[in-house]
């Protein structure tokens, strides 16, 4: 069984920086995808970053790009996300996702429908 475990959210007032770490159990996805979401109140769940395990292609959101790097360390089968610059907008829960049932591209690593296994979020507010 897959299990995902995010740690690493917190309290940090605008500007600061924070990093988010999934631990992946149950399997190995050196070969699939790994990607973080967030969702903040009366929202959808959004995409925010994504890392191709096999040769560690990313994607960015818009929101985000230039300011998050999203990581891999193949040892120890964890995804980091680095948040810096961060802002009040960037309040929200943040989700570890992984996905193996295929080639992972562009389009299905930056959706939610991509991803099968999901972790069970870590809260991240930024004060102003």
């Known amino acids: 069984q897959v299990q995902l475990v995010e740690s690493g959210g917190g309290l940090v007032q605008a500007g600061g920086s924070l990093r988010l770490s999934c631990v992946a159990f149950?399997?190995?996805?050196?070969?699939?995808?790994m990607g973080w979401f967030r969702q903040s109140p009366g929202n959808e769940r959004e995409f925010v970053a994504a890392?191709?395990?096999?040769?560690?292609?990313?994607f960015y959101s818009n929101s985000v790009k230039g300011r998050f790097t999203i990581s891999r360390d193949r040892a120890k089968n964890t995804v980091y996300l680095y948040l810096k610059s961060l802002r009040p907008e960037d309040t929200a829960i943040y989700y570890c996702?992984?996905?193996?049932?295929?080639?992972?591209?562009?389009?299905?690593?930056?959706?939610?429908?991509?991803?099968?296994?999901w972790g069970q979020g870590t809260q991240v507010t930024v004060s102003s």
């Open positions: 149950g399997r190995d996805f050196r070969n699939y995808a």
């Open positions: 996702a992984g996905d193996d049932r295929g080639t992972p591209i562009m389009s299905t690593m930056t959706s939610r429908q991509g991803y099968q296994y």
């Open positions: 890392i191709r395990w096999r040769d560690g292609n990313t």
